[in-house]
């Protein structure tokens, strides 16, 4: 079946911009989580989401990152006044009840650029 | 809290040669840990997960991996390196089956001579 998918897969924006990223889970996971990828970050936790529960919103970095998950299924990222910092990766993953919920399965990933 | 640390940020091996990518954890949980695998410019992929189940691992590719409390390690083996490993390489711990985040190591870069 269709795994994860992101867009847009790469994304140059100015500095000060504010970007959305999309991401489409694996159809019947109840679970989505945000990361991010950089050189000089590694890979980072940014938000994870479960059914109707609160999200677990421990990693984003600053008040300028945001996500919903719209319907238990489609999710944005959403960075304001983006900065040079927030260049990297951003990874999108699911994972369902029946699979275990730790097996989790990752998209392609959105290339951030901010100039 | 929970951490994750890979050993050596490169490590190059010839083909057909015995491939070791070290990982320790630290968790005051009983953990879940995963390898996962990404190729350039792919997502990760999961090549195999310890779930207290058997320490022994098998994943996909002929890679496997073994849980060692007392070592507090889970590192990951293939006996015979092929070109097509040559990728980047992630170690990740969570607290168990009800979701929740993957914390990573840094990972390591595999590199495949011929």
């Known amino acids: 079946g269709a795994g994860v998918s992101q867009s847009p897969s790469n994304k140059v924006t100015e500095k000060g911009k504010d970007v959305e990223l999309r991401c489409d889970p694996i159809s019947g996971h109840t679970a989505l989580y945000w990361y991010r990828q950089s050189l000089g970050q590694g890979l980072e936790f940014l938000i994870y989401f479960q059914g109707n529960s609160a999200p677990d919103k421990s990693g984003l970095p600053s008040d300028r990152f945001s996500a919903e998950r719209t319907g238990g299924s489609v999710s944005t990222l959403t960075i304001q006044r983006t900065q040079q910092e927030d260049s990297a990766v951003y990874l999108c993953?699911?994972?369902?009840?029946?699979?275990?919920?730790?097996?989790?399965?990752f998209g392609p990933g959105t290339r951030l650029t901010v100039t | 809290a929970q951490s994750v640390t890979q050993l050596g940020s490169h490590v190059s091996v010839s083909e057909g040669a015995l491939v070791l990518l070290r990982c320790n954890y630290s968790?005051?949980?009983?953990?879940?840990l995963f390898w996962y695998v990404q190729y350039p410019n792919q997502g990760l992929q999961l090549l195999l997960k310890y779930t207290s189940a058997a320490t022994l691992v098998k994943g996909i590719n002929g890679f496997e991996a073994e849980f060692k409390k007392s070592e507090t390690s889970f590192h990951l083996t293939k006996p015979s390196a092929h070109m097509s490993d040559a990728a980047e390489y992630f170690c990740a711990v969570s607290e168990g089956n009800q979701g929740g985040k993957l914390i990573f190591g840094q990972g390591t870069e595999l590199s495949v001579k011929p």
């Open positions: 993953a699911s994972s369902s009840y029946n699979r275990g919920f730790d097996e989790q399965y």
């Open positions: 968790s005051s949980v009983p953990p879940y």
